[in-house]
């Protein structure tokens, strides 16, 4: 290709890229996540993007096969992870004897799946996932804990109005045995689709998969089972289904509900819901979905569960879990969509722009933002030769709060011109006064 | 495949994974040098891992079409990026319209290079780029700013001892002209091996590729100039070549060695070297290398420069900028291997482990916890039944420094017992002396 051949620039379809204004809140988001998480005592792990195919694909079916990123370089087969849950039970099969359980972990990182194109939906995203893994038994209790954790961290992602959502798959489960119901993964998945497809879809696909009209009707009441926590756990204790994994459901569900209250959740903020059931066949115990009220169209935003055996497929070791992802990248995406970041934010860090006057306040102008930096204050100096004008268009244009003009009085007397982009006051100052200034400000 | 069909955990040759004790540390350098880039007001971008082929082959030949990860998912040609100069170059031209000029990005990413596999190199790997773009042109004083972004990222990182080397093409290349030789890219190239060749290999080399003696000799002494960067500056006046690409380069690096001092770097840390020439093609002025001196043979551990057009595939907009990038994957690997991380460091963020010693401890236990997180004391309760030494043994091994113990006694007077691991004292104390404790130690 010679030099003057242009190629168009762009990018695949499918893939987000953000420019500065949204990548700074973006990545507070992802911050902000990482925040909560370690405050929990959840480790940071980083696997390989690009795995064994085997390895990835042990556990086959399903849409996996279809979407993941699969290719040979030399007779390597190898591929794109498409969630971190998988490499995660690798990760805990082959570093067994080297760590320490219950071992917590945090991953955030990206994941790719080979989805047909639609708005919303990305190829390459960021997945924020926390699991507590224990080796051979879990404590029931961590399950509350983690929904402890969902809690904290939309908190602090700066949400007020959400529920997290929670149910017990044993519940459901064992229900379904006291039926006599064979098929129940199938029920499970048709169930899970209520939100999506609604109650008449619902009742009759159950029909189609071969439940009675009764059964149906049985299981259709059930779920919808209303009322407070108190009051749904006190309707389950009373319809008395004689199952024991019913039993054990109830059990496990009565004592999360009661952990709960213990770790500060208000009781807005969560709540028994029957019709939760969680598509993915590994879910064995508790399940979650989070929803934020004023956006309940986004659909659950952080989702997880319990499960019996995380790593079955690559070791013989018993190892239960419970865990939670937040697909960051849709989520952003979405809130975007909403407007909830209202208007213009910066597309910088930075909060003062040292401004030169004339090549001779260079020096001085740089003094300066060393010191500003050395006080923690994140500082630039423009170098450009431009006009005034231009300069402080840079500053404005990035968000900048704050300029600090050098020019020969100012070089002279010491006393930095300090500008104020939101209100265009300018005073000379000293420096002392200036990064007292800056420091209440910024 | 069948539940009980066991594939060995395991990734890919050439990849690295580390267990969560690494990890922790190899984190914390990470966050070190993402901290120093912000802080000189560097945005962070995060552009996608796969793109299209042809952007990312635009530039096609040498190594990078060998090691690339390319492949097609249907008829869509893709690959993994191979570094993160060339997304740059593609993001600046896309988004030319939507950026402010000086563009200070920073990218902490992972990029990936089918190499052949030997110690120490890795497929998939961190890099940490910094880079400033100029609109048509970009001031040469950016080029000593870069330096003292380096001087301060490896000061943070905890270095002391360490020389950023610097030269310029352009004098280089220059006096290459005025000795008339036309494969001036060829000499440099073998010029830059002259660390890992040695001087008679690369006489000789300069010999095969067509010099003569006295052009070899030349070379050699004028490489081979030594002294302070005020002694060689003077060295490089005297000898006056006849070439204005030379006396560009002497004026340009005469200006970054003036500036150098305004940032407040350390004579000992910076140091004009003639040998230096940068194997990449695109760099056109300055040039850096930077050495640890007591690990010499790790070789170049933050590597850059300045180059003229950025993004010339992709659009016709003259972008001129300089940057630097820090291979962190390999330097953490050859640190880890000098044993500079010294003995065992701690496996989690924990501070504090709160231990029930028993179930009606727990809600107690909890309400510590969440009060130390409160306090930003990174906190976790271990809920595991368990005998004390168990749990004890869990702090030990994570390396956790403080157990705070609820029995009865802790419960009725409130005054749960504090244990020090590294000690092994163990006081019954008031919350808020527990606090003041663990804030002041931790």
Redesign the interface.
């Known amino acids: ?1 010679g ?1 003057n ?8 379809p499918g ?6 204004e949204d ?2 809140l ?2 507070k988001m992802k911050d902000t996540i990482r925040e909560t998480y ?4 959840f ?10 195919a ?2 990835l694909l ?3 079916g399903g849409d996996t096969e279809k979407q993941i ?3 040979k ?1 030399g007779t ?1 087969d ?1 591929a ?1 992870r498409f969630d971190l849950t998988v490499p995660l039970a ?2 805990v ?3 067994y004897s ?3 359980f ?1 071992f ?2 945090y991953h955030i990182g ?1 994941v ?1 799946r ?1 989805e047909r194109s639609q708005r919303g939906r990305f ?2 995203f960021y997945q924020c996932d926390i699991d507590i893994i ?1 080796n051979g ?3 029931i ?2 399950d509350a ?1 983690i929904l402890s954790v969902i809690y904290a961290t939309f908190k602090n992602l700066g949400f007020e109005d959400f529920t997290i959502k929670i149910n017990n798959r044993k519940i459901l489960n064992g229900f379904f045995e006291s039926l006599g119901i064979k098929n129940k993964a199938e029920v499970l998945r048709t169930i899970d689709k209520l939100d999506k497809i609604g109650e008449n879809d619902v009742i009759k696909e159950l029909k189609d998969i071969g439940l009675t009209e009764n059964e149906t009707n049985k299981i259709i009441n059930f779920i919808k089972i209303k009322g407070t926590n108190a009051e749904i756990l006190e309707s389950l204790k009373s319809i008395e289904v004689e199952n024991q994994v019913f039993e054990m459901g109830l059990q496990e569900m009565s004592t999360v509900i009661h ?1 709960i209250k ?3 959740i208000p009781d807005e903020n969560y709540a028994i819901d029957l019709t939760i059931a969680r598509g993915l066949d590994y879910y064995t115990g508790t399940v979650y979905e989070t929803f934020l009220n004023e956006y309940l169209d986004i659909g659950s935003v952080c989702s997880g569960g319990r499960y019996d055996n995380l ?6 070791q018993k190892l239960p879990g419970v865990g939670i992802s937040i697909g960051l990248t849709r989520l952003f995406y979405q809130l975007k969509e909403t407007e909830i970041f209202g208007e213009k934010t910066p ?4 909060k003062v722009l040292v401004v030169p006057m004339d090549e001779v306040h ?2 001085y102008s ?2 300066i933002a ?1 010191l500003l ?1 050395n006080e ?1 204050i ?4 423009y ?3 431009a006009k005034i004008g231009k300069k402080l268009d ?1 500053a404005n ?2 968000g900048i709060p704050y300029v600090i003009l050098i020019g020969g009085n100012e070089l002279a007397s010491k006393k930095p011109a300090l500008k104020d982009m939101r209100s265009g006051n300018q005073n000379n100052l000293n420096l002392d006064e200036i990064i007292g200034i800056l420091k209440q400000n910024i």
């Open positions: 290709m030099k051949d242009i190629v168009k620039p762009s990018i695949l893939f987000m890229e953000l420019i500065p990548q700074l973006f990545n370690e405050k929990y005592g480790i940071p792990l980083d696997t390989p993007t690009i795995e064994k085997e390895i042990a556990k086959s990123y699969r290719f370089k390597t190898m794109l690798r990760y099969a082959q570093h080297e760590l320490t219950p917590r972990r990206k790719f080979g190829r390459e224990g038994t879990l404590n209790i961590y804990e952990y213990s770790f500060n790593a079955e497929y690559y070791t013989t597309s910088t860090l930075t260079n020096e740089i003094e060393n930096r923690n994140i500082s630039e100096v170098f450009e030769d840079y244009k990035l």
